[in-house]
């Protein structure tokens, strides 16, 4: 018999955790690797919210908890969403998981049945196929261009619901090309779900504080009430609170989907860590200064970024809302030979070369969903940005 599972063999690993694999072999094996691969900010994690970690351990709050969080935490999620988003949840409403990744998982697989649809709009955060994919769903890709700045428009959602169509996974400011959709377009989106009254919502928020030129950042359930009673909002402190280590995600929705994704989680990792839920706490309920403190280097470094790497003859780079990615286009790199003699056919081919031949490292586009591109986090220091970036100009400049 077969050892691996048939489900398995649909799924492919993440790819954006393979090249900063490789990135950290290379740089061990002793070449000079910049890595712009990372999704996780750089800085370290607030210290007001290390200490209530440090806290919880001396008070010996160490053991298991409650499945799907503590109340303290439900209590300080629910104040965030009225705070933030102007959304009403009650505590039985919310569910705590094990970083967002988890809380996705969890509603993917207590919702899923096979022959049941998933509308991503591509460029797509990287795990949404594979996870609709595991979980015995049918991911149905809807494409956003660059010329529409990588947003999906009304009649590429309309054109991808079908009878089938469970949910409509929406992520703004979107990773991997930080586009934020505003107020009008989002209204735009949502009208179209009004009349498909089948499909749900999963807003994935997670880069909702990261926004810069004073976007404002809204969501399904806030821009659409009537779809409250559909929607699953989800977000956590992974990216604003630079906790990507602690593990933290959390969503609020109906409760009978919250309670179905507590039924998974208890026979899956049961309560996520206590000690990171009491550092959540803090993080939601203490001061939120340090965000607009991070969003002015974020700012910096964004715009620093698009302007070298607009500066280079085909290659196309837009300037995003946020999160801290640039997605930018190699149209007119693509048939083009490198220095060392390899000739570009498509993003991740550049990807690879520009990795061998120059050191830097960036995710190709076909792992996002949209060829040809590439993606580089600018979540690193502005000096290994001039430096990547001044790598890049010189890669393209000598190509022919
Ligand atoms: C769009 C998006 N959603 C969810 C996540 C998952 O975050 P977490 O680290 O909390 O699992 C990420 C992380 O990269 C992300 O980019």
């Keep these: 018999m077969e050892l691996l599972s048939a489900t398995l063999a649909r799924v492919k690993p993440s790819p954006t955790i393979a090249v900063t694999t490789k990135a950290a072999e290379l740089k061990a094996a002793g070449r000079d690797i910049i890595g712009l691969g990372a999704g996780e900010p750089d800085f370290d ?5 290390k200490d209530a970690a440090v806290a919880a351990i001396a008070a010996g709050k160490t053991k298991y908890t409650a499945v799907d969080g503590i109340a303290e935490l439900k209590q300080a999620i629910c104040a965030k969403f009225k705070r933030d988003n102007g959304l009403d949840y009650k505590p039985s409403q919310v569910s705590v998981g094990t970083g967002g990744k988890q809380i996705l998982f969890n509603a993917l697989m207590a919702t899923m049945n096979p022959g049941e649809e998933v509308v991503i709009p ?7 196929p594979d996870m609709v994919l595991l979980a015995g769903g049918t991911p149905v890709i809807a494409p956003a261009t660059l010329e529409d700045n990588f947003k999906l428009t009304p009649a590429a959602l309309e054109a991808a619901i079908t009878p089938k169509t469970k949910w409509f996974i929406f992520n703004s400011p979107s990773n991997p090309t930080g586009a934020g959709y505003s107020r009008d377009e989002l209204k735009a989106l949502t009208d179209v779900l009004m009349r498909h009254p089948h499909v749900w919502v999963m807003s994935d928020d997670m880069y909702e504080h990261l ?14 009430p009537a779809l409250y009673e559909r929607t699953l909002t989800t977000n956590g402190v992974s990216k604003a609170y630079a906790m990507t280590g602690w593990r933290i995600g959390y969503a609020a929705g109906p409760e009978k989907l919250i309670s179905a994704m507590r039924k998974i989680q208890s026979q899956s990792t049961s309560n996520p860590c206590t000690i990171s839920q009491w550092a959540a706490v803090e993080a939601l309920n203490g001061t939120q200064d340090y965000i607009s403190e991070n969003n002015k280097m974020f700012v910096r470094r964004r715009n620093l970024v698009v302007k070298m790497l607009s500066e280079i003859d085909g290659i196309t780079c837009p300037t995003p809302e946020g999160a801290f990615y640039v997605y930018p286009s190699i149209a007119g790199l693509i048939g083009k030979t490198t220095a060392a003699g390899t000739r570009i ?20 586009g076909a792992a996002f969903g949209l060829s040809p591109n590439f993606r580089v986090s600018y979540a690193t220091s502005d000096d290994a940005l001039k430096e990547a970036c001044t790598r890049i100009q010189k890669f393209c400049a000598k190509l022919t």
């Excluded at 994690?45 to 919210?49: A, D, L, S, Y």
């Excluded at 591509?122 to 949404?128: D, L, N, Q």
């Excluded at 926004?211 to 659409?224: I, K, L, M, Q, S």
Aim: hydrophobic share 40%; with cysteine.
């Design 122 to 128: 591509a460029p797509y955060w990287v795990s949404y």
């Design 345 to 364: 056919t498509n993003d991740e081919e550049f990807a690879t070369a520009l990795l061998e031949e120059t050191g830097v490292a960036v995710v190709f």
């Design 211 to 224: 926004a810069y030129d004073g976007f404002e950042f809204c969501t399904p359930a806030e821009v659409e």
């Design 45 to 49: 994690t607030p210290q007001n919210i």
